[in-house]
């Protein structure tokens, strides 16, 4: 199965069919996206009423190309896309990624229709991608097949965290969000309506994929509760998931089903059965990227003894605050030094400032005296894992902080916090560079500490067969 | 009293003790902070080895300016600014703001100074601010006292919501964060370690402020918790009041201590007064200024019934999730249409668009249908509140919704969410401008509609004597 997910990962060749030079038709969007993003392989537009588009020899149909697509967009009308499908059989395509909403999540005659595409596909060597989808990204093989224009959205470069999202106007949505600070990702996957590929094996694609370090997943239902269980627990040994999972309560099982069909999972049932897998939740579309970004940079923290070093009081007490109680039945501890550690701490700190935890360095810190520190919580055997704020009221601390941010996260569990505008925005997009997660909240920061903390609770039960 | 404040709020006059024409003394930026915010007043530069800062006639001591200053900030090292103390006193300066930290939380010697500066202005018309203050900010007088440089840490303009911090850090990178979408204070009063003026006073001052909507207060102890019980519930008949107050842990008490001397308060106790008195819980920096925000723009919905509106599926069921499922105990309904309602959305709705709560336009949604939209919402008997989504994937919809969605929360409670990079920027600073509370995230939309029924049912109980 993962030989054959290659030719979606990273395919040799993409036809378009639907492909159009009209602005305001989605195959227009999806074809100026595969150039404009990149793509290297053959491009194959496939329209009966055009010569060429975008300088690219266009063809009336894939019986006119003389290989098997790895991918096949159909930018078409629900009905037509179907029909289509013979064509993409015949050609031996074997991703299609079926574009046009209009199926199950609108009822019987929509139900149907996918029927038909599960029977045009069968006992072939096609798979089928959605329908309902806005497609596909793997920024690692410059593939975007996305049906919203670049001037909409920005989609994201290279990156380590797997996004597969069962909506996909929510996927681009968030895509775009991410791209801020310059957060890449190893790949998108709208599965939509998934009447072919599911979940379950797109978790299986990454969980294989040499460039995807955490996944994380927006679900509205899923498709086989025992599939997902199995693959999701298989996948959290090696690469933490993180799952989106709505329909918390009766009402949003409801909204969900209008959206995209899904039905119903008992909320509590399902948590146990996540816990067990060792699968995060995340409860919004910011917390499972926070969280997939921590899991996918940082290791777990080794214990629950958090150092906090900050130039702002208040901060730190705040964060003192989140850290030891409960959010989502996680509760961390303050580190307590040694008495040797605070006396080496109170080398580098100034007079007012506290060498208690959390470590106030106060608007006097200096870069020099933050760095020190952070060697002394990194050597400590009473610290698991470090919360870090670079804080811009600080004259002496700058964009200089980074790299020793850097080399302490390479050697202990370590989350930044940053808090402010301009160049709070200029320090987020180099910790991003330096692959630290990093977080304009102290809640967020707090709550990322706690998920790379869960996680690695989780894999020890996980690794000791429990 | 309030009278009083009037010459802190909105003074004719200020001096500046320990004004400095080098950059790395705080006396420097204080001024710099006066005169580049446009302060119009009367300055006083006070500095024995200057005759001139800023282009500003320097004074060597208080003794030589021949009016009573209304603020007189004393940028000086601690038991300095105690002995300038008498010159304010014998100048009849009305407020002093004292910069310096080293006072009491930094143990025995500093109380003493603190009972120095009690004992100093025992008696007399001059009421102390701090010490261990950054200062204060009233942008409707143009008056800016903070001690971190512009190029730092920018400073909000005009606005609604006033803001009182124990933390001078967290208060500056708070304000530094929220200029980010253009968002502005009534005032920010850091009352630091309040020897003499304490939050009940800045409290009742804002109650009294024509500018002021609402309050948020961030707190890591209560200086008398009868009087600010009283006070707030005073407050929070005519003016939203939302506290962060730390100390939830005993850890995080310990953690407040070292950083104020702030003492630990039950917090089971004090959630059940502050709930008596009408005041809205925040958990972070982030969440205080959201809740005072929409407290600010909006009143309270008349119920717990909301209307989703959304052009991205996935979002409204996300929404829904959250609305409906408790979030600090607070749980809303989603409002069910009457059948004349949905035939009446289905008019503007598309064909494969959701009439159902969220009503899903879809990515092919309009400006225009959207309008006709939030019109039936606010015209319905069924609907409590609006949470509405301007979403950039979609391409018929842009800033022209920022008018229409003014329209609809001038007559009914209605908040906005908008998810993405550049496009919802440039949306959150329109809605901003708008008056319109608006946030980056489905958790960050549904928590503030949360936040404004909160103060709903306790303003009701409040007015009902219960």
Avoid: W
């Avoid at 395509?93 to 209009?102: H, L």
């Avoid at 093989?141 to 049906?147: C, D, P, R, W």
């Avoid at 991410?178 to 939509?192: D, L």
């Avoid at 989502?328 to 501890?333: H, P, S």
């Amino acid at each position: 199965m993962n030989n054959l997910f290659e030719a979606l990962r990273n395919p040799g060749s993409v036809a378009v069919v639907g492909a159009s030079p009209d602005r305001r038709k989605i195959g227009n969007a999806v074809l100026e996206n595969l150039v404009r993003y990149g793509y290297s392989g053959r491009i194959y537009p496939v329209n009966p009423s055009c010569n060429e588009i975008f300088g690219l020899r266009c063809f009336p149909s894939l019986d006119g190309i003389d290989q098997a697509v790895d991918v096949a967009v159909i930018a078409l009308p629900a009905e037509k896309s179907v029909e289509v499908l013979d064509q993409c059989v015949r050609n031996s395509s074997k991703f299609v990624i079926m574009v046009a909403g209009g199926f199950s999540e609108l009822g019987e005659e929509g139900r149907k229709l996918e029927a038909q595409v599960r029977a045009r596909i069968n006992g072939t060597g096609t798979r089928v991608i959605g329908p309902n989808t806005v497609g596909v990204l793997f920024p690692h093989s410059a593939l975007n097949t996305a049906l919203t224009p670049n001037d909409r959205i920005y989609y994201p470069g290279k990156g380590s965290v797997a996004f597969i999202s069962q909506s996909g106007a929510l996927g681009l949505l968030v895509m775009d969000s991410i791209t801020e600070f310059g957060m890449g990702v190893s790949g998108f996957v709208n599965i939509g309506n998934r009447v072919d590929v599911t979940e379950v094996e797109v978790l299986s694609m990454f969980m294989h994929d040499p460039n995807t370090r955490s996944i994380v997943l927006y679900l509205e239902s899923i498709s086989d509760g025992a599939a997902f269980f199995s693959k999701a627990r298989e996948a959290s040994l090696t690469k933490p998931v993180v799952l989106l999972k709505t329909g918390r309560s009766e009402e949003s099982s409801r909204a969900a089903s209008f959206h995209t069909g899904a039905m119903a999972t008992d909320d509590r049932v399902l948590d146990g059965v996540l816990r067990q897998a060792g699968v995060i939740r995340a409860y919004d579309e910011v917390e499972l990227l926070d969280y997939g970004r921590a899991l996918a940079y940082q290791p777990p923290p080794s214990g629950d003894r958090i150092a906090v070093i900050t130039t702002a009081g208040g901060v730190g007490v705040v964060t003192t605050d989140l850290l030891t109680t409960s959010h989502d039945g996680i509760r961390l501890r303050m580190a307590s030094f040694s008495s040797e550690e605070k006396d080496e701490l109170k080398k580098y700190a100034l007079p007012i400032a506290s060498v208690n935890n959390p470590i106030d360095l106060t608007a006097d810190g200096s870069s020099e005296a933050y760095a020190a520190i952070l060697n002394v919580l990194v050597e400590s055997d009473n610290v698991d894992g470090i919360i870090a704020y670079a804080l811009p009221q600080t004259p002496k601390i700058g964009v200089d902080i980074v790299d020793p941010l850097k080399v302490a996260s390479r050697k202990k569990t370590l989350v930044a916090g940053v808090i402010g505008n301009r160049l709070s925005k200029s320090l987020l997009v180099e910790l991003e560079k330096a692959g630290i997660p990093a977080y304009p909240s102290i809640g967020r920061a707090t709550n990322a500490m706690k998920a790379l903390y869960c996680y690695g609770v989780y894999r020890r039960r996980l690794l000791d067969g429990n």
